[in-house]
Structures are given as C-alpha cells and as structure tokens.
C-alpha cells in the first residue's frame, strides 16, 4: 500500500470517528465503506463499519462487515460477540446459540471487560445454556435416555457420549505417574459386576467402620500423614498438605506387606480385604489404609501412579459436604457403598464439613489385564527396582 493511500485511508477513518462521535452514522457508514475499499485488511475499519451499519437498524449489512473483520482476524473476540448478537437480533436462535458459544471459548477475562460487556456476556451465557440443555434434551429423547440412578451402564455411558458432544462434560484421559500399559479403556468408574467380591466386601462396613472408630479413640500413633515428600523435592499442588495430618493415613498393607501391629487390630478390615482381587507385586502392593480427612480440607486434583491397578473406595464416615470426582463425575458417599476407580484419571475429593471422613482404601488389579500380563507387570515392575538398587518408596502400583 502506498504512502498515499496510507493517508487516504487514515483521513477516511478519522472523518469517519468524527461523524460518529457527532451522531451521524449514516456519513460515517459511507466513510467506512470507502475506507475498507482502500484497506480491507484493516480490522479496526471493518468493525466501524460494522457498528455504524448496526446504529441505522442494517443488521443484514452489519453481520457482512463482521464477517470481513473475521476474515482479517478469526479469533477477534468483539467481534465474534457482535456475530452472535446480530444473529440472535435477525431471529436465528440457534445460530446465534452457537455463535455465543465460540465468543464464550475467546472471552477474556470478566473484570477486565468494560460493563457493557460484561453483561453482553452474561447474556451470551444465557442464550448458550439454553442451547446446549435445549440440545441434551433433544439427543436424549433420540436416544431413549431416561436417566434416574438405576440406569444401566450402556445408559450411562450414552449419556456422557451426549453431555460430550455438547460440550457439558470434558474428555479425561489416563495420566498415570509412572507406568502406563496400553490397551486399558479409560473407565473412570468402574462396574460393579466387574468385582463379584465387592457385596461380601461391603458386608463388613460396620465391623470394619468400628475398627477405625477404635483407632481413632486409642489416639494412635500409627496415624501418619497420607503425604510425606522429602526436602528438596518439588511439590507442586502438595506442599500444602505435605507431612500434615489433615490428611493422614493408618496403614495396613504398605509396600507390599502387612504392617502388623496394625492389622492385629483390624481383624474384621484384615477379612475384607482377603476377599479383594489385590495385586502381589514385590515391594509395592498390595496397599491398604485408612484414609482420614480432616474437616475444612480438599485433596486436590491429581493422578496416581499405574493403570495396571485400580482403586477401592469404602465409605466408613461421611458427614454432609463430602465429595469425590474422577474426571467428568462427582459422586456422594453412601457409607457401605464402595465403587471401584482408575486413579490415573484426574480425580480430587473433599470434606468441607466441620467433621472428620474416614475411609477405606485398597487397590485391585484392573480387570482387564490377562493373568499373563498381570505376572509380567509384577515381574517388570519388581526388575525396575532391583536395577534401581532402590525400594519403591510407598509408590504402590
């Protein structure tokens, strides 16, 4: 472009600033449009444009000035909220839905928008929500969903593959620290028909529930903090509850071996968890504890350490304001009620009541795994520390 159409076009744009600051956008349209004529790659005039036609009720026009700012800069966010908004004023709701939708996706953040568009955008919050629940529901109804708790699991699982496509629920993945083996779904929690034991399990709740209360009344020593890094080493979302008894654990099986003492005083735990499918694996499992959470404290999101393995929950104590997530779901407790969960999905818990939540956790093999691929996993996994020259350090499998 030529330093003379530079001119040009500032000249243009700054007559046109001036009519519009005087009222008159009808004489600033037509000093836009000549200006984006001269310079259609100019962002700032596309939008001008836009407003100006928008001012003399030109929707239709306005929308096409839009989309030439869009092309210069797809990701433009007032400019794919005005898209939408013009959509919702020319009567195409569900377009202007979904235009919202993608102006939400590039918003910055709230309070460093001007009022005005605060409340353009908690408007376009509105209309999207709509939209999506409006979606759901539609989809739901195509695919004979009922929903309720006695839902089957096929049920359920058509209905995250729907809350995923509208976007209400996020895709999580396996993450685990350390060892990964391919091939094994990423389920976050899992069926109870895959455990044939876990009713036997959960029979033993009260014993086992008054086992921790016995614990805790003797005041043991025993209870150690569930997190316990060294000096030096980079915490991350652990250095508040690092070596803290806000969350701390009694364990029973530890690194592959029964703490004695502790068992000696579990009998009914110690029967349970014989009914329970737990890996043998030198140096790291079978794992057992109780895990103690102490009021007004949060386990933040994490993931464990090994997909070969999944994790038992028992719900023993369970005040009101106790909760769980594993990737996309949230689930209450129910004390007796266990569930079965792949702890390398993303996953925290809470208890943010003014009482403490005691429960029982052990691991199990994933179900998934042959017996073969089960012995080689021990196999490998114990190799790994002896050429480590080093114990696995409570890393569990």
């Keep these: 472009m030529t330093t003379s159409t530079l001119d040009a076009v500032a000249d243009l744009k700054a007559a046109a600033d001036r009519a519009m600051s005087r009222a008159d956008p009808r004489a600033a349209r037509d000093l836009f449009e000549r200006a984006v004529g001269l310079a259609p790659d100019r962002l700032e005039l596309w939008i001008g444009l836009a407003a100006c036609r928008r001012a003399l009720g030109e929707a239709e026009a306005s929308l096409l000035a839009v989309e030439g700012a869009l092309k210069v800069e797809p990701r433009y966010f007032p400019a794919l909220l005005m898209k ?21 996706l590039l918003a910055p953040p709230s309070d460093s928008l001007a009022e005005p568009t605060r409340r353009a955008l908690d408007h376009a919050k509105d209309v999207h929500e709509r939209y999506v629940t409006e979606l759901a529901a539609s989809l739901k109804a195509e695919a004979g969903l009922s929903g309720g708790a006695q839902a089957s699991a096929e049920s359920r699982r058509a209905d995250t593959f729907i809350e995923a496509i509208v976007g209400r629920r996020k895709i999580y993945h396996q993450e685990p620290v350390q060892f990964h083996y391919p091939g094994l779904a990423a389920i976050e929690f899992h069926e109870r028909g895959d455990f044939p034991w876990l009713e036997a399990f959960e029979a033993y709740t009260d014993d086992i529930r008054a086992e921790v209360l016995s614990v805790w009344a003797e005041g043991s020593p025993d209870l150690v ?27 029973l099986l530890l690194d592959g071996a029964p703490v004695e003492a502790n068992c000696r005083r579990c009998p009914a735990t110690m029967a349970a968890l014989a009914l329970a499918d737990q890996p043998r694996v030198q140096g790291r499992s079978p794992a057992a504890m109780f895990s103690i959470l102490r009021p007004r404290t949060r386990i933040p999101p994490h993931t464990g350490v090994a997909n070969t393995r999944l994790v038992v929950h028992l719900p023993l104590i369970v005040p009101e304001g106790c909760g769980f997530r594993v990737g996309g779901e949230t689930r209450p407790w129910r004390m007796g009620e266990a569930w079965v969960f792949d702890d390398t999905i993303e996953h925290e818990a809470w208890n943010d009541s003014d009482q403490p939540r005691a429960i029982l956790i052990c691991d199990v093999w994933n179900p998934r795994l042959s017996p073969g691929e089960r012995e080689l996993v021990a196999r490998v996994s114990a190799a790994m520390d002896r050429f480590n020259a080093e114990p696995a350090s409570g890393a569990g499998l």
Excluded: M, V
């Design 225 to 251: 903090p569930y997190i316990s890094y060294g000096d030096g080493l980079p915490l991350d979302q652990w250095a508040e509850l690092n070596r803290s008894l806000s969350w701390s654990a009694f364990h």
């Design 84 to 104: 939408a908004s013009l959509l919702e004023a020319l009567g195409r709701g569900r377009q202007a839905a979904k235009a919202y939708g993608t102006a939400l």
